[in-house]
């Protein structure tokens, strides 16, 4: 689940799925880009998003998330919030689990 | 500056559980050491695991000559302020004099342009002996592409002589949205060529090491340089457990 505070712009979700290939494009080249990446959920208010990607690809999507800097010429940051290899996982924190 | 003691506390606390808990406050200061004696209101600010951000001061040398490392000994008095010292060769003499001789816990490697010198293994591993840690920034890699390509290259030519040992990962963040959380930067250690405990280790326990060094640094600081050092090594490191044995009962 990623999170993207950003500096006052809002995108939709296509350009949202655009953002985050051009981010791994601009890290990691055409090969990159190639990547399939799903946008599986994405809201407009709160800026989240759950997104889907193969597990080879995994660290080149987080590490070119990570060093994506700008959006439209405005400052933005992409927050990873949490990441597990099943979806159900998200739904909960598993740290302040109490068993 | 107390804007970015904002910034820092927004960002972190975003982060719910948080592995790096202390964070630095990084002053840049070149030959004229300046006390921070009151720097801002400290705020401490309870975190999700209810403990609260520590704020420690940390210097940074940017040494383009020798003549600047006297400072190191000459003004001890405004340096012992401060909780972490690191410095910032711009020679190959530099480096070398930093890794082997000089006082400090962190080395900071370049990373905005092609390093006019190439590592060599000797000094390198001298300074992983003396506990001094290699610092890698990232911020840089957030704002432009071409130090994207000079942080990503100086710091895989630092791997391959260092092995991955004694790096610290940090952010030179000037405003609150080029922060980035503790395992999206323990992720970027991975793309440096760190392995993946490595990676993490240079988020979380090598900063705790470079912290705790940093206090021995000040216990033992009453010493003379000149003719002591050998003693004052001993004490270094008889001070070292007791640290450690401090912060885990605290």
Redesign the interface.
């Known amino acids: 689940r990623r999170e993207l505070?950003d500096?006052g712009a809002r995108p939709n979700a296509a350009q949202f799925k655009q953002l985050v290939v051009s981010a791994l494009r601009?890290?990691h080249g055409e090969v990159g880009a190639a990547l399939p990446v799903d946008v599986l959920t994405y809201e407009e208010k709160t800026l989240s998003a759950i997104l889907r990607v193969i597990s080879s690809g995994f660290?080149k999507l987080?590490?070119a998330?990570?060093?994506?800097?700008f959006y439209q010429n405005r400052?933005?940051?992409?927050?990873?919030l949490q990441?597990s290899p099943f979806l159900l996982a998200l739904a909960g924190?598993s740290?302040?689990l109490v068993l | 500056q107390t804007i970015l003691v904002v910034c820092f506390s927004v960002g972190y606390s975003a982060v719910a559980l948080n592995h790096v808990i202390d964070f630095k406050e990084k002053k840049q200061e070149i030959s004229k050491p300046v006390s921070p004696s009151e720097l801002f209101p400290s705020l401490p600010i309870v975190q999700g695991t209810s403990k609260r951000i520590k704020v420690l001061t940390r210097l940074t040398l940017v040494v383009s000559d020798p003549s600047h490392c006297n400072l190191l000994r000459s003004t001890s008095a405004n340096i012992r302020l401060y909780d972490i010292i690191a410095v910032f060769p711009k020679t190959e003499k530099l480096f070398h004099i930093a890794c082997t001789t000089l006082d400090v816990d962190l080395v900071c490697i370049n990373v905005t342009e092609k390093l006019p010198f190439y590592f060599r293994r000797p000094p390198v591993n001298m300074a992983i002996d003396r506990g001094i840690y290699f610092e890698l920034l990232y911020t840089p890699a957030i704002k432009d592409s071409t130090m994207r390509r000079y942080t990503i290259s100086n710091a895989i030519s630092l791997m391959q002589i260092c092995k991955g040992k004694n790096i610290v990962i940090s952010s030179a963040a000037e405003r609150a949205l080029e922060l980035r959380g503790p395992y999206d930067v323990a992720n970027l250690g991975l793309l440096f060529g760190l392995s993946e405990s490595e990676a993490k280790a240079a988020v979380s326990t090598n900063c705790r090491a470079a912290m705790l060094h940093g206090e021995t640094r000040k216990t033992a600081c009453g010493v003379v340089y000149t003719v002591k050092k050998p003693r004052k090594v001993e004490e270094e490191e008889t001070t070292v457990p007791a640290c450690k044995k401090a912060k885990t009962q605290a």
Request: glycine content about 10%.
């Open positions: 505070p500096g601009e890290l660290v987080w590490s998330l990570t060093l994506l800097g400052r933005c940051a992409f927050r990873v990441t924190n740290r302040e």
